[in-house]
């Protein structure tokens, strides 16, 4: 499977007709992500629930709610970020995804935020943050900032959070949630301050050349 050429719509199209792994087997319809193609804001969360499944869109049930008013709380709505998952397909009964699941769906996520090509990726629960930073537990990680160098994703900052779901069924969460999320405007901005300074330099080096 070729991706490297292939648009966000091109990669959309493929993951509608996939069959990589057991999870196209149950599925009602695909869930490839949604939001602005040219997002600031990457949200990862794991799978397709239910709804998603039914609709072909990713957070529609109570979940999703809950990360609408997240984004709301920030001034943002779902339109102004991408929100995908880790895997496209619904794993039956809301099952964790298994290893191999997420292993044959990776190259469509690579694929997206290579495109999307966004400032802060956001990880929504466990799965989606010890793919791409593994060996941490959530209960601790949650909250910070890690930069990390990804094959194919060059450098990368990843924010982990909670799932959202998880403070429908742990409404103590709820609140720890919600203190995570708004620190989301001052990590892009020192992110865009970083750039900008980066960018500086280099074309201060440019300039040095002549
Ligand atoms: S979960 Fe991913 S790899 Fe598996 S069938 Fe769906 S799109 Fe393909």
Same mark, same amino acid.
């Given at each position: 499977?070729?991706?490297?050429?292939?648009?966000?719509?091109?990669?959309?199209?493929?993951?509608?007709?996939?069959?990589?792994?057991?999870?196209?087997?149950?599925?009602?319809?695909?869930?490839?992500?949604?939001?602005?193609?040219?997002?600031?804001?990457?949200?990862?969360?794991?799978?397709?629930?239910?709804?998603?499944?039914?609709?072909?869109?990713?957070?529609?049930?109570?979940?999703?709610?809950?990360?609408?008013?997240?984004?709301?709380?920030?001034?943002?709505?779902?339109? %102004?970020?991408? *929100? /995908?998952?880790? +895997? #496209?397909?619904?794993?039956?009964? !809301?099952?964790?995804?298994?290893?191999?699941?997420?292993?044959?769906?990776?190259?469509?996520?690579?694929?997206?935020?290579?495109?999307?090509?966004?400032?802060?990726?956001?990880?929504?629960?466990?799965?989606?943050?010890?793919?791409?930073?593994?060996?941490?537990?959530?209960?601790?990680?949650?909250?910070?900032?890690?930069?990390?160098?990804?094959?194919?994703?060059?450098?990368?900052?990843?924010?982990?959070?909670?799932?959202?779901?998880?403070?429908?069924?742990?409404?103590?969460?709820? %609140?720890?949630? *919600? /203190?995570?999320? +708004? #620190?989301?405007?001052?990590?892009? !901005?020192?992110?865009?301050?970083?750039?900008?300074?980066?960018?500086?330099?280099?074309?201060?080096?440019?300039?040095?050349?002549?």
């Amino acid at each position: 499977m070729e991706l490297s050429q292939k648009s966000l719509e091109e990669v959309h199209e493929i993951i509608s007709e996939c069959k990589r792994c057991t999870l196209s087997e149950g599925r009602t319809k695909t869930v490839p992500g949604s939001g602005d193609a040219k997002a600031a804001i990457l949200f990862i969360g794991e799978g397709p629930g239910k709804n998603e499944d039914l609709q072909g869109l990713p957070f529609v049930g109570a979940a999703g709610q809950f990360l609408t008013e997240l984004l709301g709380t920030i001034g943002l709505s779902r339109e %102004d970020v991408f *929100i /995908a998952n880790v +895997v #496209k397909c619904r794993p039956p009964g !809301n099952r964790d995804p298994l290893p191999e699941e997420v292993n044959a769906c990776f190259p469509y996520l690579e694929r997206q935020v290579q495109l999307i090509d966004p400032l802060l990726i956001v990880t929504l629960g466990r799965h989606s943050m010890n793919r791409f930073i593994p060996g941490k537990q959530i209960s601790a990680a949650h909250g910070k900032a890690f930069r990390r160098e990804i094959e194919g994703l060059g450098k990368r900052v990843f924010f982990p959070i909670y799932h959202p779901a998880a403070a429908l069924y742990r409404p103590q969460l709820k %609140d720890e949630i *919600i /203190a995570d999320f +708004v #620190k989301v405007p001052a990590l892009l !901005n020192k992110i865009e301050a970083e750039q900008d300074k980066e960018q500086t330099t280099v074309e201060i080096e440019q300039k040095a050349m002549f």
